[in-house]
Each structure stands twice: as structure tokens, then as C-alpha cells.
């Protein structure tokens, strides 16, 4: 059992704790049944959306705040390892993790939150009992960095799963066999799904599909496959980056890259005339990805986000501007940094230049706004 101990050295502290005790993490979590997660989420502006046996599935929250819609429950928790997860910014964390994110409070402050929200009493033992978990706590210091997502590798030989089929709707859409034969696609019938390899240094570190039936999509248009043995192929999203290793060579050559939203506008690109294109798998930018892109030598970064707005100035496109603010803000301290946005007032909601005829791809191209 692990035994957090919140001293007086910790900065920004709720004045009302008792500092000179220590919280029993371990017994707070246990009383976080999935009723009180419903309950804790509902309090936070985030209502129960769908759930199965495994997974309950709430507003996006973790990027939308209150401001979330039907359309954005991407938020999933997995009841068996009591975590959350994004598929459309990439969020990770754990029920404290989660609190402290959207309520913009630092970990004592996220413990408190919840104990009053559900009105749970948290064991304390005294301050000289012994602290035999300097790890855990070492996480709670001022500046602590926390530990970077790490990749799964799986046997390339789990590709023979998926059928070697083009799905006749990325054909029309403008992908060429080609580009489909490159990255890697196919089709898993069992699952009614486009079945996405994910590639990185030389490595399968997973597989994504993306699903086609409606009470599919309805859970994610774009989650990891399941395999027949119960295997999820699945990997940080913000560990790596979609077409790494297909577009290397020519993003080093360029040191350029545009940033996409999905795997889907990557395998468009080449159609346009762009081959160093990546993706993030959402709609955020983590410190692994920078990295990443520094290590290509990436001098420029174009963002070339999905347009979440029907036309300038509403409050969709107020919301995208301050969303497009703070990715740059992350990039701007290593590269320059410009956007692709619909300034244009083409119908492309919920869409982004690839979904365009390209003669107006291009005039939004043209006319990106550099940051």
C-alpha cells in the first residue's frame, strides 16, 4: 500500500489539509466504484454517453470542458484498470489524473475535489509512520516531469489477421492502392473495420481500426483492434506519430511537416502533392511527439487541424482559435509555426484541407496564417 505524505515544502497547497498526515491513496481508489465515477463525471459537466462490461464512455471533457457535445464522447474509462483515456486528444490518466486536468488543480486539490463530490472519508495514518515510497512521492514535486508513455512492440505476424483488401471508400475518397499498399491497410471482416497498421522505427507498435458500423462508431470511428484471443493492439498515442516511418525521409529532406488529426488525411496527402505529413492521432501535441519531430530536424510545423467550426467568428471558431493558441504555444519555443484554417468559408465542418477539392485545398494552403 502506497502512503502519500503532503508536507508544507509542496507549492500551491489547499490551506484546509492537514498536511502533517498522510492520505491513503490505495483506499481513496477503492471506493471509486463505477457508480461513483458515473456520479463523479456527471458532477464535473460530463453525463454517462454508452457502457458495456468493460467501459464507460463520457464527454471529452479532458479537451471540450463543459462545451462538449454529443457528437465529442470519446472519453473512455476502463473499469478493469480504473483509467481514462481520449481518443480525440490523446489524455491519459488515472480518476485524480483526470480532476486535476479539467479542474485545473494541482494533486492535493484533485483528492479534495473528489472527497467532497462523493463525500468519501480517506484513511490517514500519523506522520511518523514510516514513507518506504519515495518514487510516489517523488511525483508530486514541484516541477516533477512524469514518466514518458512507452511503445508495446507485437509480432508483425498478427498482420495476417487483415485481409489485403482497399475499402472501396478511402478509393473514392482519392487514397491511391499505392499509398495503401505503403502504409500497410487492409481489412478485418470480423470486425467490420479498415484495419491500420501503426509503425514506428521498423517496429508494429500497434493497429488501430476504423470502424464502419453504426453501433461501432458510435464507441470511436477510430479505436485499436480486439483480436479473436482478446488482444487490444494498442499504443500511447502520444509516444508516436503516424507515418514516422513511411515520410521520414522526406521530412528530414524538407524539414517540414504538416500535422493531421488522423491516419486518413496522412494517406490523402500525396494526392495534394504533400509527403511529409504526419499525424497525432487527435487532436493534441505531447512532449514525445516535439521530441520526435526535433530529432528530425523539423524546422517548420504547419497545423492542419479538423475545421471544428461552421463559419469565422461563432463560438465554435472562438473555441478552435484558443485550441490552435495552445498547440502552437507548445511548438513555438522550437519551431515556426503556421495553420491551415477554413478562412475561406468553404463547408468543411468538422473537416480539414484534404477533405476539399483541391484547387480550394490549396488556396487554403496558400493563405496559411503564420503564427
Same mark, same amino acid.
Given at each position: 500500500?502506497?502512503?502519500?505524505?503532503?508536507?508544507?515544502?509542496?507549492?500551491?497547497?489547499?490551506?484546509?489539509?492537514?498536511?502533517?498526515?498522510?492520505?491513503?491513496?490505495?483506499?481513496?481508489? =477503492?471506493?471509486?466504484?463505477?457508480?461513483?465515477?458515473?456520479?463523479?463525471?456527471?458532477?464535473?459537466?460530463?453525463?454517462?454517453?454508452?457502457?458495456?462490461?468493460?467501459?464507460?464512455?463520457?464527454?471529452?471533457?479532458? +479537451?471540450?470542458?463543459?462545451?462538449?457535445?454529443? +457528437?465529442?464522447?470519446?472519453?473512455?474509462?476502463?473499469?478493469?484498470?480504473? *483509467?481514462?483515456?481520449?481518443?480525440?486528444?490523446?489524455?491519459?490518466?488515472?480518476?485524480?489524473?483526470?480532476?486535476?486536468?479539467?479542474?485545473?488543480?494541482?494533486?492535493?486539490?484533485?483528492?479534495?475535489?473528489?472527497?467532497?463530490?462523493?463525500?468519501?472519508?480517506?484513511?490517514?495514518?500519523?506522520?511518523?509512520?514510516?514513507?518506504?515510497?519515495?518514487?510516489?512521492?517523488?511525483?508530486?514535486?514541484? &516541477?516533477?516531469?512524469?514518466?514518458?508513455?512507452?511503445?508495446?512492440?507485437?509480432?508483425?505476424?498478427?498482420?495476417?489477421?487483415?485481409? +489485403?483488401?482497399?475499402?472501396?471508400?478511402?478509393?473514392?475518397?482519392?487514397?491511391?492502392? $499505392?499509398?495503401?499498399?505503403?502504409?500497410?491497410?487492409?481489412?478485418?471482416?470480423?470486425?467490420?473495420?479498415?484495419?491500420?497498421?501503426?509503425?514506428?522505427?521498423?517496429?508494429?507498435?500497434?493497429?488501430?481500426?476504423?470502424?464502419?458500423?453504426?453501433? $461501432?462508431?458510435?464507441?470511436?470511428?477510430?479505436?485499436?483492434?480486439?483480436?479473436?484471443?482478446?488482444?487490444?493492439?494498442?499504443?500511447? =498515442? =502520444?509516444?508516436?506519430?503516424?507515418?514516422?516511418?513511411?515520410?521520414?525521409?522526406?521530412?528530414?529532406?524538407?524539414?517540414?511537416?504538416?500535422?493531421?488529426?488522423?491516419?486518413?488525411?496522412?494517406?490523402?496527402?500525396? =494526392?495534394?502533392?504533400? $509527403?511529409?505529413?504526419?499525424?497525432?492521432?487527435?487532436?493534441?501535441?505531447?512532449?514525445? +511527439?516535439?521530441?520526435?519531430?526535433?530529432?528530425?530536424?523539423? &524546422?517548420?510545423?504547419?497545423?492542419?487541424?479538423? *475545421?471544428?467550426?461552421?463559419?469565422?467568428?461563432?463560438?465554435?471558431?472562438?473555441?478552435?482559435?484558443?485550441?490552435?493558441?495552445?498547440?502552437?504555444?507548445?511548438?513555438?519555443?522550437?519551431?515556426?509555426?503556421?495553420?491551415?484554417? &477554413?478562412?475561406?468559408?468553404?463547408?468543411?465542418?468538422?473537416?480539414?484541407?484534404?477533405?476539399?477539392?483541391?484547387?480550394?485545398?490549396?488556396?487554403?494552403?496558400?493563405?496559411?496564417?503564420?503564427?
Amino acid at each position: 500500500m502506497y502512503w502519500i505524505w503532503f508536507a508544507g515544502f509542496f507549492t500551491n497547497v489547499r490551506r484546509d489539509i492537514d498536511f502533517c498526515k498522510m492520505i491513503d491513496i490505495t483506499s481513496l481508489k =477503492s471506493q471509486l466504484t463505477d457508480d461513483r465515477i458515473i456520479e463523479l463525471m456527471d458532477a464535473m459537466g460530463a453525463p454517462l454517453m454508452k457502457a458495456d462490461s468493460n467501459n464507460l464512455i463520457f464527454g471529452s471533457i479532458c +479537451h471540450w470542458g463543459v462545451d462538449w457535445d454529443k +457528437h465529442k464522447a470519446k472519453l473512455w474509462y476502463y473499469i478493469e484498470s480504473g *483509467s481514462f483515456h481520449c481518443w480525440s486528444c490523446g489524455f491519459s490518466g488515472d480518476t485524480i489524473s483526470l480532476v486535476q486536468h479539467v479542474k485545473h488543480l494541482d494533486f492535493n486539490q484533485a483528492v479534495s475535489y473528489i472527497c467532497s463530490v462523493l463525500h468519501l472519508q480517506v484513511g490517514q495514518i500519523e506522520q511518523n509512520e514510516q514513507l518506504d515510497n519515495w518514487a510516489e512521492l517523488r511525483r508530486f514535486l514541484p &516541477n516533477a516531469e512524469p514518466e514518458p508513455d512507452k511503445l508495446l512492440t507485437y509480432d508483425k505476424s498478427i498482420l495476417s489477421l487483415f485481409d +489485403h483488401l482497399y475499402p472501396q471508400e478511402w478509393l473514392d475518397y482519392g487514397i491511391s492502392a $499505392d499509398i495503401l499498399d505503403k502504409f500497410g491497410i487492409g481489412w478485418y471482416a470480423r470486425q467490420a473495420c479498415i484495419s491500420i497498421p501503426v509503425v514506428f522505427n521498423g517496429q508494429l507498435v500497434g493497429v488501430r481500426g476504423r470502424y464502419t458500423r453504426e453501433q $461501432d462508431v458510435a464507441k470511436g470511428k477510430y479505436r485499436p483492434i480486439c483480436t479473436l484471443d482478446g488482444t487490444v493492439l494498442k499504443f500511447p =498515442s =502520444s509516444a508516436c506519430l503516424y507515418g514516422y516511418d513511411q515520410n521520414k525521409a522526406a521530412i528530414e529532406k524538407s524539414r517540414q511537416v504538416v500535422l493531421f488529426e488522423s491516419e486518413k488525411s496522412v494517406l490523402k496527402a500525396p =494526392s495534394f502533392g504533400i $509527403d511529409n505529413a504526419l499525424a497525432v492521432f487527435g487532436s493534441n501535441i505531447s512532449k514525445q +511527439h516535439i521530441q520526435l519531430l526535433l530529432e528530425l530536424g523539423v &524546422n517548420d510545423v504547419v497545423l492542419c487541424m479538423d *475545421s471544428d467550426y461552421k463559419q469565422v467568428g461563432d463560438d465554435e471558431f472562438k473555441f478552435f482559435v484558443v485550441k490552435m493558441k495552445k498547440l502552437a504555444a507548445k511548438l513555438k519555443p522550437y519551431f515556426s509555426v503556421s495553420i491551415v484554417y &477554413n478562412n475561406q468559408g468553404y463547408d468543411m465542418y468538422k473537416c480539414n484541407m484534404m477533405d476539399i477539392p483541391y484547387e480550394q485545398a490549396m488556396k487554403l494552403w496558400e493563405s496559411r496564417v503564420k503564427i
